[in-house]
């Protein structure tokens, strides 16, 4: 079976989310539309970055500027922009965000002495008998005065507080690792965090029994679909799943 990290998370989140979605088809927005977009936008000026400088180009500053502003007010006229709405209001307070958020990545990454080696890598992992698709953000040789290290790299806009416990039980985080090893037939030497929301960056290390419990983790999920298991899960996600009208009409 072919599982992408999204349907394992919102297989974990709730099967029936899953069900409805991957299995009878029904399609709807994500809870905040206008936030994905906005997260859509900050990674793929992240991407632009990496892309420019792997193909030997240092862009600047106001090149991620211009690429954020482009991705994220497309299809919006002036008038749109510099509107008064409650609508634009947020659309450029979130666009203000952005900025702030390039401008500390640019100054971070800007820095270091690195050689991107992989960037927004679409890829298909084998998983005991499953295969995993996702995407591998970044992996680079970073340069130091004495030595060179393998870093990868994974970007978030979580809200939610980064700290050890996020870092070290991060199923993506964990994904990234798995698929590094399988892919290079080596181990890297570290694995990092940005948090773009924050501007800070975390390192961690996976061991060989946190890429058991995630095989465990997929083989389960894929079991579970395979068997056709899947239960409605009654949680704080339920107050603004978009599924709500669907989940109180099905029939079990």
Known sequence: MDLTLEQIHEFNICPMIYKFKYIMGIRRDGFYPLEDKYHESIRKTIMFYYYQILNGRQPTLEQLRQKFGSIFFKDKTPLDILGSSTFDSNYNALSAQGIKTINAFYNRESAKQFVPIMVDQDVRVPVKDHHLIMT??????????????????MFTNTKKNVDTFYV???????????????????????????HMKSGKEFFTVRKDHELRRFEAIVDCVADAITRD???????????????????DKYKF
Do not use: G, W
């Open 136 to 153: 591998i953000d970044l992996v680079r040789e970073m340069k130091y005065t004495e030595r060179s290290l393998t870093e990868v790299v």
């Open 229 to 247: 298991k899947f239960y409605p899960v009654h949680n704080i996600q339920c107050n603004r799943c978009v599924y709500r009208d669907v989940c």
């Open 168 to 194: 070290n039980h991060n199923v993506n985080l964990t994904a990234h690792a798995y698929a590094f090893r399988k892919l290079f037939e080596t181990k890297e030497n570290r694995l990092v965090i940005q």
